[in-house]
């Protein structure tokens, strides 16, 4: 089975809030997961729609597969870094302000097509039947002639 991969790195999102729209988008059709995605109210179906778009336009160019033979095999929603920034309180005290960055990876299947095999041709044999007379013999109207 093939398989078409895509990588969006660097989003300044966190991870823990976009595998929440992940969770929701597993084991549906490509299609339907598109639809929730692009309905979706939240910052992180964007970035997820962005990178299974991708996935797609790879497979169409790369392999030159069509959209209906696509399935949607993973998405993995992975750390990328964190930056610290001071946040400054009452009385000098310093907290830290961790913002969190993501990486998407979204894996889509090929599905084969079915091979069929061609079907046989049989040749179809004449079909006579035994009651009638096909024509008849030589015998026969020599002996109708002859009770006249």
């Known amino acids: 089975m093939q398989t ?3 990588h969006l790195r660097n989003i300044r999102h966190s991870p823990f ?3 929440v729209m992940s969770t929701l988008v597993k084991d549906k059709p490509l299609d339907e997961a598109r639809e929730l995605l692009r309905v979706s109210p939240k910052k992180s179906a964007q970035y997820l729609l962005k990178a299974v778009n ?3 336009a790879n497979a169409k160019s790369n392999l030159g597969v069509k959209e ?5 095999g993973e998405i993995q929603i992975n750390e990328g870094r964190r930056i610290r920034k001071p946040n400054y309180r009452a009385r000098g005290q310093v907290d830290t302000i ?3 960055y993501s990486h998407i990876r979204v894996v889509l299947n090929v599905i084969e097509e079915p091979k069929v095999a061609p079907k046989k041709q049989v040749k179809a044999k004449p079909v006579v039947e035994k009651d009638k007379e096909v024509a008849p ?3 026969k ?4 002639g002859e009770n006249k």
């Open 4 to 6: 078409v991969l895509s």
């Open 98 to 100: 961790r913002s969190r």
């Open 17 to 19: 809030k976009m595998r």
């Open 137 to 139: 013999s030589k015998e």
């Open 68 to 72: 209906d033979r696509l399935v949607l």
């Open 141 to 144: 109207k020599q002996a109708k």
């Open 54 to 56: 991708s996935a797609v």
